[in-house]
């Protein structure tokens, strides 16, 4: 009997995918929850696993293909199928090996059903690795009369010309369960890792692509930063803000394919300006007493909740105030409707910086968070984010943005609006700069201050240019009162 893998429900918004990569080819054998396929949406890149043990037998769709959910991607063979079409297509192994090795292949897919240990998956074609759901890897157990498994066989030829291949299946041997993919042994060569020194993220402690992916990066940072230190100690403050060397090198007279999230970003962006009529705004926020408040408090704030205690959610708590006295800036157009659509609550898109592109994970309703709420909300999301392990109905459903450029140093910027959205609302970085400030006894005195630019893009088919000013006043009133005091315990 065979099993037909289909494109899963991969979010209320999402209705396609696009395949990327093909992980496995016709005549490979396949165990339950071992990764098929990756799959790129307009949301997250994800993998799919398989939802049976067995042999493909047939790929329906081609990779740069986009299939609509419940389309079907390809058909997984039970053992003695996938044996017959393995033999097809490697004979010559098979001839060479009497036979045996493509009858062997099939063996974990053909074991008696009381002969093989249970399967921690959900066995269905819905069960998708978002980057936040760890895999499971369901290894049959051999009758006591039968060969080893040749999976094991496989990757220590592979291992003999590559070293760390070879690590991958040490690894692999020293933890049991703890399955190691093609895929994964084939990232760990190319980014010279060592296996057996990781520790998985998967279920049972398995090895997965995101491991490698993270160890690789971290390597080249340490590597980046230890390079930094030798030129002194200003080169050294520069390379920790800013991409590593690891980076930034490779990409010199290089030309690549444009990655899929890029093109979407690029297509999305030249389709918002071809939308509506963006202008932007800019105000200057003094910002001091914020900048003392965060500077008593910031150390007691991390030990209660584990999270630094940095000058966004500030700026994200007057934002999402200010939406509740000026209705809209929190609004979206339907162009084909010719509608307006006030919203009730704000879903606040905090714009996040990866090194896949730049994603919008959405906090929902935060106008019912205080600042500890924001804080710790967005620093989840903002690590998720970069670790591809957002769900694509994070992604979805904004209703205002907000986006820190500051963040990397720059003063203001004029952002781009998210379509259907009317504002988005950008934060420069915090400068210290001498200022002139009215006294009360002493009158015009110059000091120096902690200020920070914050810029309004605005569609004028809804908001005017008095109704964004007056909503950037409002945010500006409430982060210079910088009544924070109770929440941050200073009182």
Request: charged fraction near 20%; aromatic fraction near 2%; hydrophobic fraction near 40%.
């Amino acid at each position: 009997m065979s099993t037909s893998v289909t494109m899963p429900q991969l979010g209320e918004s999402v209705t396609e995918g696009t395949i990327t990569r093909w992980l496995k080819q016709v005549g490979d054998t396949v165990a339950v929850d071992e990764p098929l396929v990756e799959i790129s949406t307009d949301k997250v890149d994800t993998e799919i696993p398989s939802p049976a043990a067995g042999v493909l037998t047939e790929i329906h769709a081609n990779e740069d293909d986009t299939v609509e959910i419940g389309g079907a991607l390809a058909t997984i063979g039970e053992g003695d199928d996938g044996a017959a079409a393995a033999a097809a297509d490697g004979g010559g192994a098979a001839a060479a090996d009497g036979g045996g090795t493509a009858a062997s292949d099939a063996a974990p897919a053909a074991v008696e059903p009381d002969k093989v240990e249970p399967a921690h998956s959900e066995n269905s074609a819905t069960a998708v690795e978002q980057s936040s759901s760890p895999q499971t890897a369901s290894q049959p157990v051999a009758p006591p009369s039968a060969a080893p498994p040749p999976t094991a066989a496989r990757p220590a030829t592979q291992a003999a010309s590559n070293p760390a291949a070879n690590v991958a299946v040490d690894a692999s041997a020293k933890n049991g369960a703890a399955y190691v993919t093609p895929l994964v042994r084939k990232l760990a060569g190319e980014h010279n890792v060592d296996i057996s020194t990781l520790t998985g993220t998967g279920v049972g402690g398995r090895v997965r692509k995101q491991d490698i992916l993270e160890a690789a990066q971290q390597a080249a940072q340490r590597a980046a930063e230890q390079s930094a230190k030798k030129q002194g100690a200003a080169q050294s403050n520069a390379a920790a803000q800013g991409p590593s060397a690891a980076e930034t090198v490779p990409l010199r007279g290089r030309t690549e394919k444009l990655s899929r999230l890029r093109a979407l970003i690029g297509r999305r962006m030249v389709e918002s300006l071809q939308t509506s009529a963006q202008l932007t705004c800019v105000v200057e926020v003094d910002v001091s007493k914020i900048a003392r408040m965060r500077e008593e408090a910031k150390v007691d704030f991390q030990t209660r909740n584990g999270v630094k205690l940095s000058f966004l959610p500030f700026f994200a708590i007057a934002a999402v105030e200010a939406l509740a006295e000026h209705p809209k800036l929190n609004s979206s157009v339907d162009s084909e409707a010719g509608t307006i659509t006030y919203h009730a609550g704000a879903h606040l898109g905090m714009a996040v910086d990866t090194e896949r592109g730049l994603v919008v994970p959405v906090i929902r309703n935060a106008g019912d968070l205080n600042l500890t709420g924001l804080a710790r909300k967005i620093a989840d999301l903002a690590d998720r984010a970069r670790e591809n392990k957002l769900t694509p109905d994070e992604l979805a459903g904004g209703t205002f943005t907000l986006t820190n450029t500051g963040s990397r140093g720059s003063l203001f910027d004029t952002p781009i609006l998210n379509q259907p959205q009317v504002a988005i609302l950008g934060t420069g970085a915090v400068v210290k700069r001498a200022v002139v400030v009215d006294d009360a006894d002493l009158g015009e005195l110059i000091l120096p201050r902690s200020m920070v630019y914050l810029s309004l893009t605005y569609d004028h088919r809804v908001v005017d240019g008095a109704d964004a000013a007056r909503y950037l006043v409002s945010v500006k009133d409430r982060l210079e009162a910088a009544a924070f005091d109770v929440e941050l315990g200073l009182n």
